[in-house]
């Protein structure tokens, strides 16, 4: 599977391997978890504003990301996630960095071991805001 961020020619995948390997982390093979992380656009975030709704149209749309993170033997994450391929949007992508710190569907391995997990967009656009047309 390829975890090449589109267009560039650099994979971060290998990359994120090999800087793991150099830290000293003693890792599995990485495995792609089946269940992916899902985020609902649009978005309700909150921030040192306060909450807020992020409405406006997206284009492009957003495309799927790739997350990848270490579990330790307890099921949790034993360091911080690594994005290895942008939606495209930083506010999803930092969403989606944050959200995975309550994903509950590690697997239990009994070791440290690697996954890449696939980060959807669930992009509702009839329930988007297309500023282009406020304009007019």
């Known amino acids: 599977r390829d975890h090449c961020v589109t267009g560039v020619q ?10 793991l390997e ?3 982390q003693q890792v599995s ?9 899902n985020i609902s656009y649009p978005l309700a975030v909150e ?12 284009d492009p749309l957003p495309a799927k990301g790739v997350m990848g993170v270490i579990v330790a033997r307890d099921g949790e994450l034993a360091m ?9 949007y930083d ?8 959200k995975i710190k309550d994903y509950t569907e590690f697997p239990d391995e009994n070791s440290y071991q690697a996954y890449t997990i696939d980060i959807d967009v669930d992009y509702d656009k009839d329930a988007c805001l297309d500023l282009s047309k406020l304009e007019k």
């Open 80 to 88: 911080e996630p690594t994005l290895l391929r942008s939606s495209g």
């Open 29 to 37: 093979a990485p495995k792609e978890l089946e269940i992916p992380l």
């Open 47 to 58: 921030d040192d504003n306060g909450p807020r709704q992020l409405r406006s149209c997206l």
């Open 10 to 19: 650099t994979c971060a995948l290998p990359i994120w391997l090999a800087e």
């Open 91 to 98: 506010v999803l992508n930092n969403v989606a960095l944050t």
């Open 22 to 24: 150099q830290s000293g």
